[in-house]
């Protein structure tokens, strides 16, 4: 069973796969582009020593983001 959550709740080696985005921000826009979208699986690769930012794995490729945006992106864990 799959349990919904936010990417910026998911613990560092966690994997799940990307429920939604919010529309209309143009950063989260760019990040569509870069391959985060409904469907992808993700893997958190590590945590900055203060939290923030978050690398996760995407498709073979490794993105940081922020706290408030991993905070918008809606996930379901494996």
């Not at 349990?3 to 939604?20: F, H, M, N, Q």
């Not at 923030?52 to 494996?78: F, K, N, Y």
């Amino acid at each position: 069973m799959s349990t919904p959550a936010r990417l910026s709740e998911l613990p560092t080696g966690g994997r799940a796969v990307i429920k939604s985005l919010p529309t209309g921000s143009p950063l989260l826009t760019r990040l569509r582009e870069l391959g985060l979208l409904p469907g992808t699986a993700v893997r958190l690769v590590r945590r900055a020593p203060m939290g923030d930012p978050i690398q996760i794995c995407l498709r073979g490729s490794h993105l940081s983001l922020r706290q408030r945006e991993a905070e918008q992106v809606e996930i379901t864990v494996e």
